[in-house]
């Protein structure tokens, strides 16, 4: 008797789509422009730093060089666990330099699978 596979819950398969974006934009040879971030994640990186010196690179450095070097789309450690980053181009450094692609201002991404991707993180 055959089994019946399950079906897989909209969650699952709702991070099963943005692991395989997130494959993808990380393999695409061109940068990614950096749009910026929301104002929220600002002043909550911003408070963040006044209370934690020293945890992570300092919000302003870390725009900077986003700005200079553009930004790419990195999976964690463990990449069937779901987890995005969006590092500075030259930086492999997820736990200082990485935020999350919900993070970014939608307003000024031009890749369609980047837009999606902040939709579904």
């Known amino acids: 008797m055959e089994s ?3 079906p897989i819950s909209p969650e699952e398969e709702k ?3 943005k692991i395989s974006l997130a ?3 990380s393999q695409t040879p061109e940068n990614f422009s950096f749009p910026g971030i929301n104002s929220e994640t600002y002043a909550k990186m911003k408070a963040d730093e006044e209370e934690f010196p020293g945890y992570a690179t300092p919000i302003d450095e870390l725009l900077e060089r986003f700005t ?3 930004m790419k789309v990195v999976l964690g450690k463990n990449p069937e666990s779901g987890n995005v980053y969006i590092l ?3 930086s ?3 736990e200082n330099d990485g935020i999350f692609p919900k993070q970014l201002q939608m307003e000024g991404i031009t890749d369609e699978k980047l837009k999606e991707l902040v939709i579904l993180d």
Do not use: A, C, F, R
């Open 15 to 17: 991070k099963q789509k």
């Open 68 to 70: 200079k070097e553009g």
């Open 92 to 94: 492999n450094d997820i």
């Open 4 to 6: 019946v596979p399950s």
């Open 88 to 90: 500075p181009v030259q």
């Open 23 to 25: 494959i993808e934009l």
